[in-house]
């Protein structure tokens, strides 16, 4: 008989180097972000995901079983949406597989893979920041697309750059071709005569 509540990666503390590093990791833990992305998580999927707790954990149970996150990502995506079945369940592997539906239609939607946390950082909660970050990315994802399905405040997420592409004719490349850059300078006339190198050696 399965015992409610146990997770199939229930670990004990941990201590020494470990717990130094999980420390790191949790210092790096955004509580003003937590407040931004609460509040625009649910203006983006409605009343229907409702609020976690406030801290850490509220947020990491409100976000574990991957059915808000799933409806988050929908929410951003006009006409077909990325996630097809959003279903809570108890089941572990159900969850870390809503999860990973979430961070597959995130990469569709533009996220970099170096922006993505893995399953385990939320599941086990391991690198909530690494969570924040990718939501961060995905808000600012959505601000810069301009689609009309971020329902947020312009300035809770930056905009990113956007790729200015520039068109040069053949006859441009021909030019550019011929000028030499300053930095490369000129040689003409150069010699070593008159450098001297410290005393001769001295042979007896």
Do not use: H
């Amino acid at each position: 008989m399965a015992t409610k509540g146990v997770g199939m990666a229930n670990k004990g503390p941990s201590f020494g180097l470990s717990r130094q590093v999980q420390d790191k990791i949790d210092s790096k833990y955004d509580a003003e972000l937590e407040q931004i992305l609460v509040e625009w998580i649910s203006r983006q999927c409605g009343s229907g995901v409702g609020k976690p707790e406030a801290g850490k954990t509220g947020f990491q149970t409100w976000l574990k079983d991957g059915c808000v996150l799933s409806e988050l990502i929908n929410s951003l995506f006009t006409g077909d949406k990325p996630v097809k079945k959003i279903a809570s369940s108890p089941a572990a592997f159900k969850q870390m597989e809503q999860i990973s539906q979430f961070l597959n239609a995130a990469e569709k939607y533009g996220v970099t893979k170096t922006d993505m946390f893995q399953t385990v950082d939320l599941w086990e909660g391991k690198d909530l920041a690494a969570v924040q970050r990718t939501l961060s990315a995905l808000g600012s994802l959505a601000i810069t697309k301009e689609e009309g399905t971020y329902k947020g405040e312009a300035n809770w997420f930056f905009k990113k750059a956007q790729e200015n592409k520039r068109d040069f004719s053949d006859d441009q490349m021909k030019a550019g071709k011929n000028v030499i850059g300053l930095q490369m300078g000129s040689n003409q006339g150069a010699s070593q005569e008159g450098m001297s190198y410290g005393r001769p050696r001295q042979i007896m």
